[in-house]
C-alpha cells in the first residue's frame, strides 16, 4: 500500500480549509510531497458539501480530506471523473466491509433507503502551473443525524445497529482509494 501523512485535528472549521492552507505552505516552499497528506477532523464546525452546502460533521462522523499533489493522475479535464471514481470507491468499500448495498446519487452521495449516508467533493488549487487537488469526504458513521434536514440522512450505527471503528473504515477507504487517485 502507497505511504500517506495523516494530520488528526480535534475540531476545525473544514478539512478543505486546512487542506488549502497546507497546498499555500507547500507551495511557497517550493516542495511537492511525495505522499499524500490526509486530514482528518473529529468535528468539523463549517464542513460543506458542493455548491457550499452546509454538512453537519459533529463528533462520531468521519470528516477527512486528501490532498493530491500535482503531477498525480489528476487534471482539470478529470474533475467529473475523479468525484465519480470517489463516490464508486466509497461505495465499494461499505459494500466490501459492512454488506451494505448504497446507491450512488449523480455526482457525488452516498445513499443508503433514500437517506444521505456520505458524500464527497472535488476542488482545486492551482499555484503557477501546478494544480492540486482535494478531495472531501463524509460520512454519518456513529454520529447522531438529525432528523430536521432538507435531505434524510442517515449513519452507518442506525443501518447495522451497532458502533463501527472509525480508524477501521478509515484505513479501508485509503487502500481502496488512494492506489486510483494518486
Known amino acids: 500500500m502507497k505511504s500517506r501523512v495523516i494530520l488528526k485535528f480535534n475540531i476545525v472549521d473544514s478539512t478543505q480549509t486546512i487542506s488549502k492552507k497546507i497546498i499555500n505552505k507547500l507551495s511557497g516552499s ?3 510531497p511525495r505522499y499524500p497528506f490526509v486530514i482528518i477532523a473529529r468535528q468539523q464546525k463549517t464542513g460543506y458539501g458542493r455548491f457550499k ?11 477527512f480530506s486528501i490532498i493530491i499533489a500535482p503531477n498525480s493522475k489528476f487534471s482539470y479535464n478529470n474533475i467529473a471523473s475523479v468525484t ?18 448504497t446507491l450512488i446519487k449523480l455526482p457525488n452521495d452516498i ?34 443525524v438529525p432528523e430536521n ?17 472509525i480508524e477501521k473504515l478509515l484505513d479501508s477507504i485509503l487502500q481502496n482509494l488512494l492506489p486510483k487517485i494518486t
Request: with cysteine; net charge positive; proline share 4%.
Open 84 to 101: 465519480s471514481l470517489i463516490a464508486k470507491q466509497l461505495r465499494q468499500t461499505l459494500k466490501k466491509q459492512y454488506k451494505i448495498n
Open 53 to 63: 452546502r452546509k454538512w453537519r460533521s459533529p463528533s462520531g462522523g468521519l470528516w
Open 149 to 165: 434536514l432538507s435531505q434524510p440522512a442517515i449513519s452507518l450505527k442506525s443501518i447495522l445497529h451497532k458502533s463501527v471503528n
Open 30 to 32: 517550493k516542495l511537492t
Open 111 to 144: 445513499m443508503y433507503n433514500n437517506k444521505k449516508l456520505a458524500g464527497c467533493i472535488v476542488e482545486t488549487e492551482k499555484h503557477g502551473t501546478a494544480l492540486w487537488a482535494i478531495t472531501g469526504i463524509g460520512i454519518n458513521v456513529n454520529n447522531p
